[in-house]
């Protein structure tokens, strides 16, 4: 299975696909530039469904941009092209002899790269009256998200960092690993891949204490997240479909809340207390998601705070009093919260013009948390709030707008450690915004840490390499993974490094690689699988990011139909016997005439009679069957196709990865799990 962000990826595709969809890439000049708005016209046409499949894969593979037109009048359009890299290309119709354009007709550009990086686009149409893009905000969409590698060798690591190198290399393989937590004492460390969560000892580390193997429902996913309290008595974990808190004793949980699409889960360090991120979408607003906080002792929440936007990060101070959070678009802002209450204490201004509010840590007394962007205009790289004063400390700007992904900090606040996607690091104290120390390194950083103390700092990313820096001594030190680091934890005394691999949160980003400047030949042109073969097939689309290949299951119906016609011809053979021998149909002579036969007419009542019953039987079979499906499918990340009315669904949507995409052609009939109010 190769984990894509499908979407979220993609999520997460990732974390989900609005979630992956907001981050933007802003270069002066370059493609990914703000765009002006369009006048909005009484003769506008539409362009819905705007995308391109596959969402991520190698280079030198097919991808298909495609945007469906249609216009209220059936007016053909005058020009459909799309804005690529700079440039505007004219789209073709995938199909030439469809005119219907008021019901929709669907374009597609093919493109092949031959290099990695970023693709920045958009489309626009005019039927000569008025105009409409799709797949744009302010600023153009960016994809495929292109690697050169498969994610295919994806590992859990320990690193001791007193040996200076990795003393555990467990393979998940094409399981990514969504996140790795190490207890402050450094004992215990657990990890949340795709498919299962996984319980270790650092004394023994190879071979986990136990598993938890996720559901089909919970698994295949890039989003969720795993948490860890400080002595690893106490795990919470969030999936695509549930929370569940475990005690280290046992991989039987403690509780579960069940239906809870969660994205991303925090705990205190006392393990009294934690809190999840929850989508929530309705009709009106699909991005909404919902922050929950417990005790963890009930599964019944102490209080729920709704937002119509998405959260992207949590963190809870050391005994669970405060608690801070992150939103993307359209919020973008910072927040604090108390246990006792869901009105926040800090609900900050909008910190960036068109991207995110990334990653947020907060000090254990809780006074004061840190804050990243995912970069662009009016944004910083860092932002530090003061609780009390509700006010902002300080923020820097390194000037390059890249989003930072990465981030760590002190218990005590006094060391703030932050990394971005350009491979700088920067070092910072609570006091001032001018850094102590800055690293630059060839990864873009998606994982980072810091030791209580401040003297050992470890960052991982796109280059597959953890990097040690030990300030004490003034040493850096490399180590070797056969991924993308996604995630990594330092044990408070700063003695291991508990790592992971995969590649969340380096989708939809020009990242810094290897190969970055590669020119491929493409001798071989790599065709992707089709999104759906045929009607009557259950598509599984997968993780969100799309690790998972498609799983194609050809929907089961009983023969009711042929038992229904076997029925009718035994009534007709009946009613044509009683016929024959009441009206000598066979024209017998007087004396020859036929009388009923008791046995013929038992004969064909009985076979009447089981033919009805298998009839109603197959008949409720094949509907109950139907109906599972409808309402399975979404649950485990796909959707039925039955015809032509879900060509568009069957073509664009992604029925199943817990966001209602309306412009991906989903709604409450053809995608009920996603798009019913919460």
Same mark, same amino acid.
């Given at each position: 299975?190769?984990?894509? +962000? ?21 270069? #002066? ?108 905000? $302010? ?34 393989? $094409?399981?990514?690993? $969504? ?48 948490? +860890?309290?400080? $002595? ?19 991989? @039987? #949980? ?15 360090? /006392? ?43 949590? /963190? ?6 405060? =608690?801070?959070?992150?939103? &993307? ?24 013009? !068109? ?22 205009? !009016?944004?910083?790289?860092?932002? +530090? ?27 005590? &606040? ?15 104290? @609570? ?10 390194? #060839?990864?873009?950083?998606?994982? +980072? ?20 820096? /030990? ?33 969340? #949160? ?47 299951? @050809? ?23 009683? =016929? ?5 149909? =066979? ?28 009839? =109603? ?20 990340? &796909? ?10 669904? @069957? ?15 989903? /709604? ?11």
């Amino acid at each position: 299975m190769k984990k894509v +962000l499908f979407f979220l990826i993609v999520f997460f595709f990732i974390f989900t696909l609005p979630v992956l969809a907001e981050t933007k890439e802003y270069t #002066p000049d370059a493609p990914g530039r703000m765009i002006p708005k369009l006048p909005q016209t009484p003769n506008d046409p539409e362009l819905v469904g705007g995308h391109v499949y596959p969402m991520w894969g190698p280079v030198c593979q097919r991808y298909t941009y495609s945007v469906v037109y249609r216009d209220k009048e059936g007016r053909p359009p005058k020009y459909i092209q799309i804005y690529f890299n700079g440039k505007m290309i004219d789209l073709e119709k995938e199909n030439q002899t469809d005119n219907d354009y008021k019901r929709g007709v669907k374009y597609i550009y093919k493109y092949v790269p031959k290099k990695i990086g970023a693709n920045f686009y958009y489309f626009e149409a005019s039927n000569g009256l008025g105009k409409a893009r799709a797949s744009i905000i $302010d600023s153009p969409d960016n994809g495929p998200v292109l690697f050169e590698s498969a994610l295919d060798k994806n590992e859990i690591g320990l690193i001791d960092t007193q040996k200076g190198e990795k003393i555990l290399s467990y393979p998940t393989k $094409d399981e990514w690993v $969504d996140q790795v937590v190490i207890s402050n004492d450094g004992k215990y460390f657990a990890a949340k891949t795709t498919k299962n969560i996984l319980f270790f000892e650092t004394a023994n580390p190879q071979k986990p204490l136990w598993e938890y193997k996720l559901e089909l429902g919970e698994a295949g996913d890039m989003v969720g997240g795993i948490a +860890l309290s400080a $002595d690893g008595s106490v795990i919470a974990v969030a999936t695509s479909a549930k929370v569940l808190v475990f005690d280290k004793v046992s991989n @039987k #949980p403690r509780w579960v809340a069940e239906n809870m699409q969660s994205i991303g889960v925090t705990l205190s360090d /006392d393990g009294q207390y934690m809190a999840a991120i929850i989508t929530t979408p309705d009709e009106k607003n699909t991005n909404a998601t919902t922050v929950v906080f417990w005790q963890t002792k009930d599964k019944n929440p102490l209080w729920e705070y709704y937002n119509i936007a998405n959260f992207h990060d949590l /963190d809870l101070s050391s005994d669970g009093s405060f =608690l801070v959070a992150t939103t &993307g678009c359209p919020d973008r802002r910072a927040y604090i919260f108390s246990k006792d209450s869901n009105k926040p204490l800090l609900r900050s201004e909008g910190l960036t013009y !068109d991207s995110p509010v990334q990653k947020t840590r907060i000090t254990a007394d809780g006074r004061t948390a840190a804050f990243t962007t995912d970069g662009g205009p !009016d944004s910083s790289l860092l932002l +530090l709030f003061d609780k009390d004063s509700k006010q902002l400390l300080w923020k820097f700007d390194d000037g390059s707008r890249r989003a930072a992904r990465s981030l760590g900090m002190t218990p005590d &606040g006094n060391f703030i450690v932050v990394g971005n996607m350009k491979g700088d690091l920067y070092l910072f104290s @609570k006091e001032n915004n001018t850094p102590l120390a800055k690293w630059q390194f #060839p990864s873009s950083f998606g994982a +980072l840490d810091i030791a209580d103390d401040g003297q050992l700092i470890a960052a991982g990313g796109t280059d597959k390499k953890v990097y040690l820096i /030990d300030r004490k001594n003034n040493q850096q030190k490399e180590i070797v993974f056969n991924e993308f680091v996604d995630t990594l934890d330092v044990s408070g005394d700063g003695r291991y490094v508990a790592v992971g691999t995969g590649a969340s #949160p380096y989708f939809f980003e020009d990242i810094l690689g290897v190969d970055r400047n590669k020119i491929y030949t493409c001798e071989t042109i790599i065709e992707p699988k089709p999104r759906a073969q045929n009607s009557g097939i259950i598509i599984n689309n997968g993780p969100q990011n799309g690790q998972g290949k498609p799983k194609e299951t @050809k929907a089961i119906n009983f023969p009711g139909m042929l038992a229904g016609f076997a029925f009718l011809a035994s009534i007709l053979a009946l009613g044509g016997y009683f =016929l024959t021998v009441k009206f000598n149909l =066979l024209r017998k002579p007087k004396e020859n005439l036929l009388k009923i036969n008791k046995k013929i007419v038992i004969i064909l009542s009985a076979l009447s009679g089981i033919l009805l019953i298998l009839t =109603l039987v197959f008949s409720f079979m094949n509907k109950f069957i139907s109906k599972t499906q409808q309402q399975e499918a979404p649950q485990k990340g &796909g959707q039925i196709m039955t015809g032509p009315d879900q060509k568009e669904i @069957k073509d664009q949507g992604v029925c199943g990865n817990t966001l209602c995409e309306p412009s991906l052609g989903e /709604d409450k009939q053809n995608c009920p799990k996603d798009c019913s109010a919460q």
